[in-house]
């Protein structure tokens, strides 16, 4: 069964601070991984998806990376800014060409202070 | 890029009643619509997955009778939380892969507080 953790739990960091999420899964079979922010009462927004063929994704200031030899994924937030103040969720999921689950990492709560 | 619509984003209603909640895929067609409950400060779990003309699929634990889960057509699921009670109150979220390898877009969440 497949099991997603991310570390840290919680983290809060002052304004203009480069940060990095981190993403752990048991089962490195062929799996894509997505990372999606969370606001608080919203839904999710995706961020970036890697797919299992890829090693890094990048979109602005983000950048996430996928090692699946070692089951694990980084997301680096560079200059972090206030409006970065989100949940953080990684998933992990096959892609076949038809829809599979999804397996929601536990998720960082991400604080950016002025 | 894909887009899911959920309505309504917030709906309070009496304990017995029922409620219904929509997702609407606007810009693709949704063979598959994953429906998840979010209690707070946690993550998604997943409920059921819905698939266009077939009966739904339900997760371990997950009431079929309560929850009712219909996908009628391509670009519409919807959720049915019947004789609804304050236990059942929690965050509801839809969710459908996008076109080709985009990955999965969700909707924006439905918010259900049994009184």
């Known amino acids: 069964k497949q099991e997603v953790t991310q570390i840290p739990a919680a983290l809060s960091v002052p304004e203009g601070e480069n940060l990095v999420l981190n993403c752990s899964f048991t089962?490195?079979?062929?799996?894509?991984l997505q990372w999606f922010r969370q606001d608080p009462g919203k839904g999710l927004t995706s961020l970036l998806l890697?797919?299992?063929?890829?090693r890094e994704q990048t979109s602005g200031r983000l950048n996430a990376s996928l090692d699946k030899s070692s089951g694990r994924s980084t997301l680096y937030i560079a200059a972090s800014q206030p409006g970065d103040s989100a949940t953080y969720l990684c998933?992990?999921?096959?892609?076949?060409?038809?829809?599979?689950?999804?397996?929601f990492g536990t998720g960082t709560r991400l604080q950016v202070t002025l | 890029g894909a887009v899911v619509s959920q309505h309504p984003s917030w709906v309070i209603c009496k304990s017995g009643t029922s409620v219904k909640i929509e997702c609407r895929s606007l810009?693709?067609?949704?063979?598959?619509m994953f429906w998840y409950r979010q209690f707070p400060k946690q993550s998604l779990m997943l409920m059921a997955t819905?698939?266009?003309?077939?009966?739904?699929?339900?997760e371990q634990g997950v009431e079929k009778d309560k929850f009712l889960i219909n996908h009628a057509s391509l670009t519409l699921s919807t959720l049915t939380v019947t004789s609804a009670h304050p236990e059942d109150s929690s965050f509801y979220i839809c969710?459908?892969?996008?076109?080709?390898?985009?990955?999965?877009?969700f909707g924006s969440g439905t918010r259900l507080t049994v009184v």
């Open positions: 969710s459908a892969p996008g076109q080709g390898a985009s990955g999965y877009t």
């Open positions: 089962d490195s079979a062929i799996y894509n």
């Open positions: 890697i797919q299992s063929s890829q």
């Open positions: 998933a992990v999921y096959r892609w076949g060409g038809t829809a599979s689950k999804l397996t």
């Open positions: 810009d693709f067609q949704a063979t598959t």
């Open positions: 819905s698939n266009e003309g077939s009966k739904a699929t339900y």
